[in-house]
Every structure is written in C-alpha cells, then in structure tokens.
C-alpha cells in the first residue's frame, strides 16, 4: 500500500499545526462558528446533532493493521469507543470534543492518515473496487490511478472550491463494484482493440434529490492522459456549475441541462488546449506509484485444503460463511474474505475499538497486515490463504463480523439519519436494525437470495438508497417520520435508478412492508431468479397491489 514520502508529511504536519491553531481562535472566541465553519470543514469536521462529527479520509479503502489501529485507538480516546465505516469507504467519529479535534487529527498523521477533503465543496475520496489487487476478473489494480488522482486533487489551487462536492470513482474490473455510474465522475478500466489498458470516462451521475445515471463522454481513454482529462472535465464544471442555487449545483446537472454531446465537445476543447503537457503522466512516474502496490510475497499454498474442506461439511454455519462472504482470488490457495459488519439487530457499519484492534490483528496474522473498507459498509481481508479460513473465521466469530449475510436482506446499507445528522427527516439506523431482527433466520434470507436493501435518512441520499434493490428513505410529515419505499435500484454494471411503489409508509409499519415485498417476491419468482430480475420482469404491480392491501 502506499506510503507517505517526505512531501507527504510535510504537508500533513503543517496542516495539523494550522488546524490547531485555528481550534484554539475558535474556542478562545477570537473566531466566530461562521468563521469558524469553511476552516473545519476543510479538515473534515461537520458540527452535527449532539457533537462534532470528525471523517477520516481511507483513500481507495485501502487500510493496513497500524491504521486500524489508530482508528482503534481514536475510538478510546476522543470518541464513545467506536466508529462508523461509510459508504465513501470513510470512517467517521460522532461524538468528538473541539478541544480534542487537533489531537485526534495528530494522531492519525503519525500513522500516515487525515482527514482533508472529506468535506467542503472540493474533490472527495476517490472510492474503488474493495477486491482491487485481488479480484479474478481484474483488468489492473485502481488503486494505482486512485492514488495519483488524490495527489493530484489534494489541495488543488483551482478545485478547492468548486460549485459543489465532487466525487470520483474508479473500478478497474468489468464486473462495477465501485458504483462508478452514479458519481461525479466515474472511470472504468477496460482494453482497446490493440490491447491497451485505458479508461472509459463517464460523467455526471449522482444520487441525492435529483438522482442520475452518468454519461459516457470518451469511450477510451489512454492512461497516461487521465490528470489533463480530468483537469479538462473540473474546468468545465467549473466555469459552468451553478452557484446560485445548491440544489443545482452539482455536474449532473450540467450535463442534463446542456446534453452528453454538449458536454463532450467542451471537454475535448478544453482537452486539447492542455493535453500532451505538463499534466501527462510520464511511465516512470506511474510505476513509481505502482511499486507501492505490488502484491504481496504470497507463500506457496497446496490445491486442497483438507481443514477447511473438512470444516465445510460438518459445521453448517462455516459452510454458509464460506458461501456468503468468502469468494476466490487471482493467486492460486488464496481466497478474498468480507467481514460483514451487519450482525442481527447492530448499526450498520459500526465497529467498536476492540472489534477494530482484532481485525488489525487477523490482518497481521492471515492478510499480510492488510484491511479494505468497502462502500457497502463492510470490510474485506483481501489475501487470505486458504487453509487459514477456519482460523480467520473463528476469530471473526468471536468479534460479530462473520455472519453469513453478505448481499442478503440483512446486509443492509444505512446512513447515521436523524440519531446523528442535522440534516435527517427521520431515523435510519433503528429501521435497519429491526428489519434485520426481523430476517435473522439465515436460513430464510439464503432462501430469498441477492437482495439489497438501502436506507436514507434524507433526500441527501448518503445511504444510496436510490440503487437499493428496495430503497427506504425517510420523510417527514408534520412532524411525524414515515418512510418512501423505491424497488429495482442497482449501482451495478446495469444500473438502474429505482422507482417509487406509492405512498410513505409509518415507521411502525416499515418492517411490514418490506416483509410484504419479499413474499411477493417469493411468490412470483421463477427458478433462481433474483429478486432485481423478478422485480425487472414483473414490475412494480404486484408489488405494490400487496403492500397497499395489508398497509
């Protein structure tokens, strides 16, 4: 993974000493909270419901054991002994004191971590594919190009405050798991007729109060022209993003109001004023950074495993795990394991200081002292030999993070919602947990198969409810918190937005009117279709002709 160099911390270092300094104005009073605001959210500090809310920037959801557990070691000292992982491949810490900030952020920098750019209207997290490296279907490792995006990025004189936040996503497999169709901007590797590795560069997708599906703008892009195609699309936005209104701010907007076409010709003008320049990426340079990614010294690993396969037939739980949540890797004896963080009844994505402490230490003993956060809210050990499976899986047992569910019904993402945020109209995190007390019988959720579902606690949309298989979004009414039920959402490779059923539903009946859409799934599904295939086939009708009969 990469490592800081000198430049790195530097910079780091002087920022810390930079946001101290403004906390101490702040608290002193010398500085007023409107002051104060653009300051912290430039260093990832949201002033939220009950406490400050710090995120700390994982970039490409890449972490290794030290980090975690410095992320651990936060928990104890400045927050409420936990965190909560985000659908950016973040982690944020809700209940942080201002006078705490600057020492948390120290912290993180001694172990090659900040919190810059996770907020503010500039360019986010880069997000990627949580199997990168590992992954059988991968064209090359994202991590690479994520990498010199955030360098690129981080602190851009002319991108620090853009019309709105802007985030980019790169996968580097055919199969998306970065979502890449529904972010600001989104890269798929792929390769051209001749072989050669470059970028298809989709535009203006975004979820939110107007959700929209991104535009391919250049089917191939060759990789060494990725920054000046880059600076061309932020350019653009730029000069034309609207100010006036936040609501129509961001470059999905752009690209709706003046057309794909439009939007590709004053790139590729912008483009050429700029390409074959200083921002091209010279080879040397590239694999500068790509030696930070190489793989690991994997160790020679016999074909069969005689534990693990012993283990699979006679302790059903194993065999579901191992069906679930653990799925093949590119190095022949090893395999790629998700830790769900969806256990019966728990917030979504949260993870306590100890939990954290025991994934660095599996992290050490079985995945080479790597960790992945996904954008699913879980994480990923991505390089664990086969014949440690038992081992990883007892240990995972014993924290919560191995339960079977991965992509099923109780894998739910949520957002914080009205517990947390200042910006919710209603709860998320007790709606998740009760439809997951709901489905814990495994054995019925294996039975109902792929099925995602995702919960908003606003229009904001951080629970990407919007590609939910069954998305759930909080509304209020009078006062009173009901919930909007879409169906059919996917941030897959065939994405799709979903659809509203019909009228919000009272929180007391959510968990009813998910049971009801399941049964009708069930219902109506032939052979081992998924529920996104039933629901694809059938439409809405049936649906929504049951859940209205019993609401």
Request: hydrophobic fraction near 40%; aromatic fraction near 8%.
């Amino acid at each position: 993974m990469y490592r800081y160099d000198e430049y790195d911390h530097a910079f780091v270092g002087e920022r810390v000493a930079q946001f101290r300094d403004q906390v101490k104005r702040r608290l002193s009073g010398e500085i007023t909270e409107d002051e104060f605001k653009p300051l912290r959210l430039q260093n990832g500090l949201y002033l939220q419901l009950h406490a400050y809310m710090l995120r700390i920037a994982i970039p490409y959801g890449t972490l290794s054991s030290n980090q975690m557990r410095t992320l651990a070691h936060i928990a104890r000292r400045y927050d409420r002994g936990y965190g909560h992982f985000t659908t950016r491949q973040n982690l944020q810490f809700n209940w942080i004191r201002l006078e705490d900030a600057p020492d948390a952020i120290a912290d993180l920098a001694k172990a090659e971590m900040h919190s810059i750019q996770t907020s503010g209207n500039c360019i986010r997290n880069t997000t990627a594919d949580h199997w990168a490296g590992a992954a059988i279907d991968e064209i090359e490792d994202p991590r690479i190009w994520c990498e010199i995006v955030r360098q690129w990025s981080t602190v851009h004189p002319e991108f620090s405050f853009l019309p709105r936040k802007f985030k980019i996503a790169i996968t580097g497999s055919p199969n998306d798991r970065a979502a890449v169709r529904v972010h600001d901007i989104g890269l798929r590797m792929l390769r051209n007729d001749a072989g050669d590795v470059g970028f298809e560069v989709i535009v203006g997708g975004g979820l939110g109060r107007t959700p929209m599906i991104g535009k391919t703008i250049r089917d191939f892009l060759p990789k060494q022209h990725l920054l000046s195609y880059l600076e061309a699309i932020l350019r653009v936005y730029n000069r034309y993003g609207r100010r006036d209104n936040i609501y129509k701010a961001r470059i999905k907007i752009l690209v709706h109001e003046i057309g794909a076409e439009e939007m590709r010709r004053q790139v590729e003008e912008e483009w050429a004023s700029i390409r074959n320049g200083a921002l091209d990426l010279p080879r040397d340079v590239v694999d500068g950074i790509a030696r930070h990614f190489a793989p690991p010294l994997y160790q020679p690993q016999p074909a069969f495993a005689p534990e693990t396969e012993r283990l699979r037939f006679e302790d059903k739980n194993f065999a579901l795990w191992l069906r679930s949540n653990v799925v093949p890797h590119r190095q022949p004896g090893y395999a790629i394991v998700n830790l769900s963080l969806k256990p019966e009844g728990a917030p979504p994505g949260d993870a306590s200081a100890a939990q954290m402490d025991a994934v660095a230490d599996l992290a050490d003993a079985y995945s080479f002292g790597e960790i992945r956060v996904t954008h699913e809210q879980n994480l990923v050990l991505p390089h664990v030999a086969v014949t440690d499976l038992p081992a990883v899986w007892r240990g995972l047992t014993r924290i919560g993070f191995a339960t079977p569910n991965l992509g099923l019904v109780s894998d739910i993402i949520a957002c914080p919602g009205l517990d947390y945020c200042a910006l919710a109209n209603a709860r998320a995190i007790p709606v998740a947990q009760r439809i997951s007390q709901h489905f814990a019988d495994l054995a019925r959720q294996h039975d109902i198969g792929e099925l995602k579902i995702k919960i908003s606690g606003c229009i904001n949309a951080c629970g990407h409810h919007h590609v939910g298989h069954i998305g759930i979004l909080g509304v209020d009414k009078n006062g009173t918190e009901f919930y909007q039920l879409t169906l059919g959402g996917h941030a897959g490779d065939d994405v799709s937005l979903g659809t509203i059923v019909g009228p919000a539903v009272p929180a007391d009946q959510v968990v009813e009117a998910i049971d009801s859409l399941v049964r009708t799934y069930l219902d109506v599904r032939q052979a081992d279709e998924r529920f996104l295939d039933t629901y694809r086939r059938v439409g809405t009708a049936p649906f929504k002709e049951r859940l209205y009969a019993t609401a």
